[in-house]
């Protein structure tokens, strides 16, 4: 297998400039070197030019994880941490201070449906803007299958990692490992997923024994072990604890992030929860050892420029492909009980027989909630589309931008149900008859409507039939 090996130049001020190569599991290739540029500088030489052996320089590695689509973060409230641009940003900053490199532990999306792949292709081409050295094949990565991660590497170039997952045939989905050359450190990143994840597409090796193999044939060729491992809490520590040979083991999906903490010689660390907090790696000129942090992603930093083209070219790509939402894995979280019978007719279906209750609706937010995507551009994503459109997915209901026009804004049916059977014939009961205050949470959860409550926010809606 011929695999490009990816040229890192790093940032310094005075000297010549650093070089850093990368190889991996298969045999190099000298000819098809792919030069990438770091932080928009300078471009060079090939692998296999490793300059001479030069002291051993500060290296920062940046490490996220569970990312799980948040290529934003979300937009609903203010304070949201998150989003690759402000992960941007701080890669940036650290680069000032030496080498800088990034990592993921892998869990960038959730689904695996066309917008799934979409999302996770643009945060791809974030993470390697900002200096991706390995992303590890998490599960959400591996439901994608093999053909396509292999795909995926090839057309993106991403450096993939993964010792213990092979496809459904048996063959590994991305190389063993990656071995960054990078101020004149020879870093390894390991990848490894857990085993008792239940993954039809996968073929799970132990991780311990996975990795020991592997270690075998890499003994000498490298001078520090991070390992990526997506590993549930438990078996992080259990794994981490039998590790002796890494200088860090880095996971998700822990229910919370773990601040870098010692286990033995090594680091234990989690970046996990919608790419909020990134783990940072940092070893000093002449240092042996690395000191950990542990940083979340809040407002309070900027957006980086670049990250932000790369987040608009996603949005543009949405726009082109307007995908239907039986083209996302949101369709699924709605409201059932809908049918051919059960049709959405639309607001405007209502206001015949119910103008007060029209009324109230038209003053509210719900019926200008596209608005508030459309401020932003992100009225084409239909991660924001299911909470901000009318029976997003069902009959009738939005369908995409461009073929459902007029079902934007949350609509009376969002709550009432889907409710063509009663426009035609209303002795026909709406389809959420009596339980229309039930649905309020399905769009008002924590992440989007942290203050909810049924007693603050009704009042603010209500119109005819108020319950008591
Ligand atoms: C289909 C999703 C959805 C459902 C179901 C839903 N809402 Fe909303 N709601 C929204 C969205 C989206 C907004 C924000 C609109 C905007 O400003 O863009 C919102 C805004 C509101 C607001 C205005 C908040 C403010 O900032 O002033 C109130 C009040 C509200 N909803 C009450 C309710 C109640 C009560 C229910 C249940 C009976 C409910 N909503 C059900 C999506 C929903
Ligand atoms: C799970 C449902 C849900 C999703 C998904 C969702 N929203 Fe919302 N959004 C809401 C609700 C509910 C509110 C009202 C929050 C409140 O006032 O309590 C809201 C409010 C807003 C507001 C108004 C904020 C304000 O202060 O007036 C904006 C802007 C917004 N959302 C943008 C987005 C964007 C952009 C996305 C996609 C990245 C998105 N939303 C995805 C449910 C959702
Ligand atoms: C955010 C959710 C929501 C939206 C949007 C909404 N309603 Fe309601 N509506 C309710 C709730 C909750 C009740 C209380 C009774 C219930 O649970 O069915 C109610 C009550 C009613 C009633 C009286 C029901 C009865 O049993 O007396 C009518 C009629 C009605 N709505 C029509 C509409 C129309 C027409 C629209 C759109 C213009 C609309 N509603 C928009 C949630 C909503
Ligand atoms: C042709 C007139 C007409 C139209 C159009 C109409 N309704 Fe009604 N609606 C009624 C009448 C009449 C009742 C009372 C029925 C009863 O009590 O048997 C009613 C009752 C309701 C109720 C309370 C009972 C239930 O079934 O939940 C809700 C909620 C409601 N309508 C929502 C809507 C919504 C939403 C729309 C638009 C999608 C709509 N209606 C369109 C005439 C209409």
Not at 12 to 39: K, N
């Amino acid at each position: 297998m011929r695999q490009p090996a990816i040229v890192w130049f790093t940032e310094r001020l005075h000297g010549p400039p650093q070089f850093a190569s990368q190889t991996q599991a298969g045999p190099h290739s000298f000819g098809s070197t792919l030069t990438r540029l770091i932080m928009g500088l300078g471009v060079l030489s090939s692998v296999g030019c490793r300059p001479k052996p030069e002291p051993a320089g500060a290296v920062s590695i940046v490490v996220s994880g569970d990312t799980g689509g948040w290529i934003v973060p979300c937009g609903c409230t203010s304070n949201q941490s998150g989003g690759l641009a402000r992960r941007g940003t701080f890669v940036r900053s650290l680069s000032r201070k030496g080498a800088v490199i990034v990592a993921d532990a892998g869990g960038a999306v959730v689904g695996t449906s066309p917008y799934d792949r979409a999302k996770f292709e643009a945060i791809l081409a974030g993470e390697l803007q900002m200096g991706l050295a390995a992303h590890n094949i998490g599960a959400a990565e591996a439901k994608l299958g093999g053909d396509y991660l292999r795909g995926v590497q090839s057309t993106l170039n991403v450096p993939f990692v993964s010792c213990n997952v092979s496809d459904a045939q048996g063959q590994f989905v991305a190389p063993t490992h990656r071995i960054v050359d990078i101020s004149g450190r020879r870093i390894a990143f390991v990848g490894v997923l857990s085993d008792s994840l239940q993954i039809p597409e996968a073929k799970i090796q132990p991780p311990g024994s996975a990795v020991m193999n592997l270690l075998k044939s890499l003994n000498g060729k490298y001078d520090h072990l991070i390992v990526l491992a997506y590993l549930p809490e438990k078996e992080l520590r259990d794994f981490a604890a039998s590790l002796p040979e890494a200088d860090a083991v880095i996971g998700g999906p822990t229910g919370q992030c773990i601040a870098p903490e010692r286990i033995g010689s090594r680091w234990l660390a989690s970046a996990t929860n919608k790419g909020k907090f990134v783990v940072s790696l940092r070893i000093e000129q002449h240092a042996k050892s690395w000191d950990g942090t542990i940083d979340e992603m809040t407002d309070q930093i900027e957006d980086d420029a670049q990250q932000t083209k790369n987040v608009d070219a996603f949005h543009r790509l949405l726009a082109d492909r307007d995908f239907t939402a039986q083209q996302t894995s949101f369709a699924s979280m709605l409201m059932g009980n809908a049918s051919d019978e059960r049709r959405i007719a639309g607001s405007d279906r209502c206001v015949d027989c119910h103008q007060s209750a029209c009324n109230v609706w038209q003053t509210s937010k719900h019926a200008s909630a596209w608005q508030s995507l459309t401020k932003t551009g992100s009225q084409v994503d239909a991660y924001c589309q299911q909470c901000h459109t009318t029976g997003f997915g069902l009959p009738g209901g939005f369908e995409s931008v461009l073929r459902s026009p007029q079902r934007v804004s949350v609509g009376c049916e969002d709550c009432h149900g889907a409710s063509a059977a009663h426009v035609a014939e209303p002795r026909l009961r709406t389809a959420s008859y009596q339980q229309a205050s039930y649905g309020c949470v399905r769009c008002h959860d924590r992440e989007n409507s942290p203050h909810f409550s049924d007693e603050t926010y009704w009042p603010r809606i209500a119109h005819e039939g108020t319950p008591k």
